[in-house]
């Protein structure tokens, strides 16, 4: 036993001051054994301290700092870890053959945890290495599959105090960490290389200014040549390989140019060194590797940092998770759920995985997913997912998919790989970098050419230059990233967006057509008109308190919170209404002709009421004994957003257009309020007659297609634009170009100037581009530009594109995470 261990043990003279041998906290009172010097909090503490002493680890105890809670095994039998779909997510193969994982492992936070984790080679056969971040809790850990199973190495893990959940994303992060790794070393190469051809460079000029004897100078001539030959074969072989790629293809690609500019360097240079006359090149070819590198990796990260705009799960799914295992619960980060869990989600929460409700009874907001508008119940046994949200109570959870394997992965899935649809200013933008290229090859070689017969000195390094200034980098980032930026920014503000196509029809005026319920109105039956008493409402709720009438719903979020009085009796009228007895009343509740039966007196406001009412909303009567005494209106309420967002749209030039299943009367009424014009109120239309209407449109020009998706999911599919709105989720992103999580209208404002923004800011990007290409390329022509400015000057170009398309004004930016996301649905 260390010393600090005895020290714990001695320091325990009583009860109250005894400490754990292995974790330093304090022994609850019954655990205390007198006849002991080793005093343990837990049977957890016990079992590591006996691991630990077993195998020779008491250095542990060493360290100053120490756990900061007690071990508390969780009891698992990790088995999951076995199982072939686990390997194959989340185990990788070493060159060596061994099995090799990466586990968040809980409980880590300081050195000890580090020394203890690291350690696990020496607790458990077959274990190779155990390597810990203590700052991401991030264990890399590589073992022979053939001695040992992975369920062996977590239960160590486990009960030493690191309970382990397997991480999520190691494939993105393997990738992205290997890709940088290996730039890093050519940039580092390259840079190596570049300074000592330098160093003999300076020997060169300072030979030339003070007199070098010949033997020196081609010396010196062939060390250059010697180191600057590796520089070609490894860091600068990307350019070649690129190059080659795009003879290979018949299409034009950037690196072609500068792969002709760095081979004629290098060729020239050669010639130069066996003949020993003229200059050499390699201190500015080994420079412009190493610059051009340093360049296509800052390029790189900032495509990265553009394409993590998009990642769209990540901006709806929660990123921890509380799993319950042996009735104790603990928080783990999402990308740790496994199937089998149990996971506890509370009211006001998102649900982090697909899975059955094991325990408890609530509502679900599933409005993102499903587009219903309305709670839905569930209780044991019924389907959660992903993304919804939990209203009313605590509910225990069953995984049976998590993360990518979810439900709302796999429909956002769609999404991101549809963004990958080109639009068709990027494919411009792409014809137009090709034809670029060939440009400036033909201004090239046009240029060594002119200026060889004029004897320049500087020919071949004017037309290196020229080569590598107007690369179209820049030209061909210009739009794909502005693109990208926005569709992730869209995401972020609940807008889906499909492909870039979509945001350059939207950028220009057209036809926007819009289905009338759930996407004009809400979608749901709500009181907009009462005449009547206040007393009489308490009544009326009691009455319909247990009913699932959509009426009586629309009474309920009408009039939340009232108090109401016991109800002694009541039936319910099929097709008629409810009569019950309240306060020894006799109260009848429903259409006018089923109150009428047993009415005796009518007020004459009443009457006047009657005949004020709207025609295209469902009237309820309300009687007591026999004498009406109110009456209510009830029907699918136009959004509140609804008319300042198309006034918003037709003053940008939209033709608005209402396109309704519903009667003829129903949507004049509704355009006479939204000022639609006679014709452009369209009732009684088929899902028949809305794909004609749009195809008839289309002729016209760019038509937009907004519905719900599944009784409009013809004419979306037909549209130059299709939007899906809050109904039928699954159908619109099949379907749709666009889905907007959002209710209301005026995510379709912010959806058009959003997509004209985007356009502004990839034609300031082409324009800057091809500005910079002429200027460069003039500049260099007249000799202007050395090969190393243009080496400097070109990465500059495309940063500049990078920067603009992230920094330019497209979406608004709005707080990202799942948070977010229910708010806009709620």
């Given at each position: 036993?260390?010393?600090?261990?005895?020290?714990?043990?001695?320091?325990?003279?009583?009860?109250?001051?005894?400490?754990?041998?292995?974790?330093?906290?304090?022994?609850?009172?019954?655990?205390?054994?007198?006849?002991?010097?080793?005093?343990?909090?837990?049977?957890?503490?016990?079992?590591?301290?006996?691991?630990?002493?077993?195998?020779?680890?008491?250095?542990?105890?060493?360290?100053?700092?120490?756990?900061?809670?007690?071990?508390?095994?969780?009891?698992?039998?990790?088995?999951?870890?076995?199982?072939?779909?686990?390997?194959?997510?989340?185990?990788?193969?070493?060159?060596?053959?061994?099995?090799?994982?990466?586990?968040?492992?809980?409980?880590?936070?300081?050195?000890?945890?580090?020394?203890?984790?690291?350690?696990?080679?020496?607790?458990?056969?077959?274990?190779?290495?155990?390597?810990?971040?203590?700052?991401?809790?991030?264990?890399?850990?590589?073992?022979?599959?053939?001695?040992?199973?992975?369920?062996?190495?977590?239960?160590?893990?486990?009960?030493?105090?690191?309970?382990?959940?397997?991480?999520?994303?190691?494939?993105?992060?393997?990738?992205?960490?290997?890709?940088?790794?290996?730039?890093?070393?050519?940039?580092?190469?390259?840079?190596?290389?570049?300074?000592?051809?330098?160093?003999?460079?300076?020997?060169?000029?300072?030979?030339?200014?003070?007199?070098?004897?010949?033997?020196?100078?081609?010396?010196?001539?062939?060390?250059?040549?010697?180191?600057?030959?590796?520089?070609?074969?490894?860091?600068?072989?990307?350019?070649?390989?690129?190059?080659?790629?795009?003879?290979?293809?018949?299409?034009?690609?950037?690196?072609?140019?500068?792969?002709?500019?760095?081979?004629?360097?290098?060729?020239?240079?050669?010639?130069?060194?066996?003949?020993?006359?003229?200059?050499?090149?390699?201190?500015?070819?080994?420079?412009?590797?190493?610059?051009?590198?340093?360049?296509?990796?800052?390029?790189?990260?900032?495509?990265?940092?553009?394409?993590?705009?998009?990642?769209?799960?990540?901006?709806?799914?929660?990123?921890?998770?509380?799993?319950?295992?042996?009735?104790?619960?603990?928080?783990?980060?999402?990308?740790?759920?496994?199937?089998?869990?149990?996971?506890?989600?509370?009211?006001?929460?998102?649900?982090?995985?697909?899975?059955?409700?094991?325990?408890?009874?609530?509502?679900?907001?599933?409005?993102?997913?499903?587009?219903?508008?309305?709670?839905?119940?569930?209780?044991?046994?019924?389907?959660?997912?992903?993304?919804?949200?939990?209203?009313?109570?605590?509910?225990?959870?069953?995984?049976?998919?998590?993360?990518?394997?979810?439900?709302?992965?796999?429909?956002?899935?769609?999404?991101?790989?549809?963004?990958?649809?080109?639009?068709?200013?990027?494919?411009?933008?792409?014809?137009?970098?090709?034809?670029?290229?060939?440009?400036?090859?033909?201004?090239?070689?046009?240029?060594?050419?002119?200026?060889?017969?004029?004897?320049?000195?500087?020919?071949?390094?004017?037309?290196?230059?020229?080569?590598?200034?107007?690369?179209?980098?820049?030209?061909?980032?210009?739009?794909?990233?502005?693109?990208?930026?926005?569709?992730?920014?869209?995401?972020?503000?609940?807008?889906?967006?499909?492909?870039?196509?979509?945001?350059?029809?939207?950028?220009?005026?057209?036809?926007?057509?819009?289905?009338?319920?759930?996407?004009?109105?809400?979608?749901?039956?709500?009181?907009?008109?009462?005449?009547?008493?206040?007393?009489?409402?308490?009544?009326?709720?009691?009455?319909?308190?247990?009913?699932?009438?959509?009426?009586?719903?629309?009474?309920?979020?009408?009039?939340?919170?009232?108090?109401?009085?016991?109800?002694?009796?009541?039936?319910?009228?099929?097709?008629?209404?409810?009569?019950?007895?309240?306060?020894?009343?006799?109260?009848?509740?429903?259409?006018?002709?089923?109150?009428?039966?047993?009415?005796?007196?009518?007020?004459?406001?009443?009457?006047?009421?009657?005949?004020?009412?709207?025609?295209?909303?469902?009237?309820?009567?309300?009687?007591?004994?026999?004498?009406?005494?109110?009456?209510?209106?009830?029907?699918?309420?136009?959004?509140?957003?609804?008319?300042?967002?198309?006034?918003?749209?037709?003053?940008?030039?939209?033709r608005t257009v209402m396109l309704s299943g519903d009667a003829t009367d129903v949507v004049a009424s509704v355009g006479r309020v939204l000022q639609f014009d006679a014709q452009d109120a369209i009732g009684v239309a088929s899902p028949e007659d809305k794909l004609a209407f749009i195809e008839r449109c289309k002729k016209a020009g760019t038509v937009v297609m907004v519905g719900d998706g599944v009784n409009d999911a013809a004419a979306i599919a037909a549209a130059s634009v299709g939007i899906g709105v809050h109904g039928g989720a699954e159908a619109c992103l099949a379907t749709a170009d666009i889905y907007l999580t959002r209710p209301g209208l005026s995510a379709l404002v912010e959806l058009t100037e959003g997509a004209r923004r985007t356009m502004r800011v990839i034609r300031r990007n082409i324009a800057f581009s091809i500005g910079y290409n002429l200027i460069g390329a003039g500049m260099a022509m007249v000799g202007l530009l050395t090969p190393l400015i243009a080496a400097v000057l070109m990465p500059t170009s495309s940063i500049t594109v990078v920067l603009g398309s992230w920094y330019g004004h497209t979406f608004a930016r709005r707080p990202r995470g799942a948070a977010a996301i229910s708010e806009n649905v709620a």
């Open positions: 036993m260390s010393t600090e261990a005895l020290r714990f043990a001695a320091a325990a003279p009583t009860a109250t001051d005894t400490a754990c041998t292995h974790c330093g906290l304090a022994v609850p009172e019954g655990l205390v054994d007198a006849q002991s010097d080793r005093q343990f909090c837990c049977t957890g503490c016990h079992t590591a301290f006996t691991i630990l002493h077993e195998h020779g680890l008491d250095s542990y105890y060493g360290f100053a700092e120490r756990r900061e809670a007690p071990v508390r095994a969780s009891g698992r039998s990790y088995e999951e870890f076995d199982h072939p779909a686990f390997a194959q997510l989340y185990v990788t193969t070493t060159a060596e053959g061994l099995a090799r994982t990466e586990l968040y492992l809980e409980g880590v936070h300081c050195a000890s945890c580090v020394w203890l984790v690291e350690r696990i080679p020496l607790l458990q056969s077959g274990v190779v290495r155990a390597e810990l971040d203590v700052r991401r809790s991030l264990a890399v850990v590589e073992w022979d599959a053939s001695v040992v199973p992975l369920s062996t190495v977590a239960r160590s893990l486990d009960l030493l105090g690191y309970p382990p959940h397997p991480f999520r994303g190691v494939a993105r992060d393997d990738m992205r960490r290997r890709e940088d790794r290996a730039m890093l070393v050519r940039i580092g190469m390259a840079g190596a290389i570049a300074i000592n051809v330098m160093l003999a460079a300076l020997a060169l000029y300072a030979g030339e200014v003070n007199g070098m004897e010949s033997r020196f100078t081609t010396f010196f001539r062939w060390v250059s040549f010697a180191i600057t030959v590796p520089a070609f074969i490894w860091p600068g072989r990307v350019f070649f390989t690129g190059a080659w790629a795009s003879l290979r293809t018949k299409s034009l690609h950037m690196d072609l140019p500068i792969a002709i500019a760095l081979a004629a360097g290098l060729v020239r240079g050669s010639i130069n060194t066996f003949t020993g006359e003229g200059p050499i090149y390699f201190d500015g070819l080994a420079i412009l590797i190493f610059a051009l590198l340093v360049g296509r990796f800052l390029q790189q990260r900032g495509q990265r940092m553009a394409a993590d705009a998009a990642e769209l799960l990540h901006a709806i799914a929660p990123s921890t998770a509380r799993i319950v295992e042996q009735d104790i619960i603990r928080e783990v980060p999402a990308e740790a759920l496994l199937p089998g869990m149990v996971l506890d989600v509370r009211a006001g929460e998102t649900f982090a995985a697909d899975g059955l409700v094991q325990a408890g009874a609530s509502s679900v907001n599933a409005a993102l997913l499903t587009g219903e508008s309305r709670p839905t119940s569930v209780v044991v046994g019924m389907p959660v997912f992903a993304g919804t949200l939990n209203i009313e109570a605590p509910l225990r959870i069953l995984v049976e998919q998590a993360g990518e394997t979810s439900r709302i992965a796999k429909l956002l899935r769609q999404v991101e790989d549809s963004a990958k649809r080109r639009a068709p200013i990027v494919q411009m933008a792409n014809r137009l970098a090709g034809i670029f290229t060939a440009v400036v090859l033909v201004a090239a070689l046009a240029t060594f050419v002119i200026k060889t017969q004029l004897n320049a000195p500087a020919a071949l390094d004017d037309a290196i230059a020229l080569l590598i200034v107007t690369c179209p980098c820049a030209l061909a980032l210009a739009t794909p990233l502005a693109i990208t930026v926005a569709v992730g920014r869209a995401a972020g503000n609940g807008m889906l967006i499909k492909g870039g196509d979509a945001l350059e029809l939207l950028a220009t005026p057209g036809t926007l057509v819009l289905d009338k319920t759930g996407t004009i109105t809400e979608g749901r039956t709500a009181l907009t008109s009462w005449v009547g008493p206040e007393w009489v409402k308490p009544l009326v709720l009691a009455l319909e308190e247990g009913s699932s009438h959509p009426l009586a719903d629309g009474f309920r979020r009408a009039w939340p919170g009232l108090d109401t009085p016991p109800v002694e009796r009541s039936q319910h009228v099929v097709g008629g209404g409810l009569e019950g007895v309240i306060n020894g009343q006799i109260i009848r509740v429903g259409s006018p002709r089923f109150v009428a039966q047993t009415l005796t007196e009518t007020p004459d406001h009443l009457l006047a009421a009657i005949t004020a009412l709207d025609p295209t909303h469902t009237p309820v009567h309300i009687a007591i004994d026999g004498v009406l005494v109110a009456l209510a209106g009830l029907g699918d309420q136009i959004r509140e957003d609804a008319l300042a967002s198309l006034q918003q749209l037709r003053a940008r030039g939209w």
